[in-house]
Nanobody, 128 residues
Framework: QVQLVESGGTLVQAGDSLRLSCAAS????????MAWFRQAPQKEREFVSA???????????YYGDSVKGRFTISRDLTKNTVYLQMNSLKPEDTAVYYC??????????????????WGQGTQVTVSS
């Protein structure tokens, strides 16, 4: 079982940058696909970004359309941590951000149901 702990969420102003962290413990972090999802009040959970592991291949990054070009996902294997660098933040980025791990290799990286471990979430609020 993988434990995930997010941090870094806070209140920022539109246009600011913020970096979220997700520390993983348990299991083999290097072989997991990792992702960020977010959920705003009264909205469905939305895919933000994924860092997909495939055997014998470099990690591959995916991004949701609403964050493409502004957010960057990365992974530090020495710290068992995945990051989400968020630039040019907008009020519509306000949400609880969740980190997720896909411990079994599955083709999809953007479907929340394909991830089997989740963090508790961290609140990001962007004021206008």
């Amino acid at each position: 079982q993988v434990q995930l702990v997010e941090s870094g969420g806070t209140l920022v102003q539109a246009g600011d940058s913020l970096r979220l962290s997700c520390a993983a413990s348990g299991g083999t972090f290097s072989r997991y696909s990792m992702a960020w999802f977010r959920q705003a009040p009264q909205k469905e959970r939305e895919f933000v970004s994924a860092h997909k592991w495939s055997s014998g291949m470099p990690y591959y990054a995916y991004y949701g359309d609403s964050v493409k070009g502004r957010f960057t996902i990365s992974r530090d294997l020495t710290k068992n941590t995945v990051y989400l660098q968020m630039n040019s933040l907008k009020p519509e980025d306000t949400a609880v951000y969740y980190c997720a791990a896909q411990t079994q290799p599955i083709d999809t990286a953007v479907v929340s149901g394909s991830y089997d471990s989740w963090g508790q979430g961290t609140q990001v609020t962007v004021s206008s």
